[in-house]
């Protein structure tokens, strides 16, 4: 009876353990050709010749730190255009993890692959605006 009694603890105390799920650090991170601002309610992700805006809080969703939201991709110009629909935001997601200070990024704009990058918690991007 014993035993049992102790399996049953043992059960119920790993059970009842949470799971260690990693946050996104707020604050500013970098890396190749990317720049991101993080605040408590949205994402800021500029590129050098488009940005991402994401009016919502991004969630990690597992102790892998991974997480996927649904974005607005927004195309940039080095000269203005007359012709509006240029400036349209268009369906994109990001898919991601981090691990402490470093996170991993990849973007799809309109189901078709835009890139993957890497990034680091308050490193300096190095970014090059489209002239």
């Known amino acids: 009876m014993m035993k049992i009694l102790a399996f049953l603890f043992l059960l119920f105390s790993f059970a009842c353990q949470k799971s260690k799920v990693q946050t996104i650090q707020l604050g500013n991170w970098g890396g190749d050709q990317i ?73 799809e704009v309109e189901g078709q692959d835009f890139g993957t990058f890497q990034l680091e918690f308050e490193k300096e991007p190095v970014l090059y605006k489209c002239a």
């Open 35 to 107: 720049r991101l601002a993080v605040s408590s309610d949205s994402w800021y992700v500029e590129f050098e010749c488009a940005h991402l805006k994401v009016d919502s809080h991004v969630s990690v969703q597992n102790s892998e730190g991974e997480f996927t939201h649904d974005v607005q991709y927004f195309q940039e110009y080095g000269v203005q255009f007359d012709d509006p629909s240029l400036y349209e935001p268009k369906p994109a997601k990001i898919k991601g993890s981090v691990d402490g200070n470093k996170m991993t990024l990849h973007v």
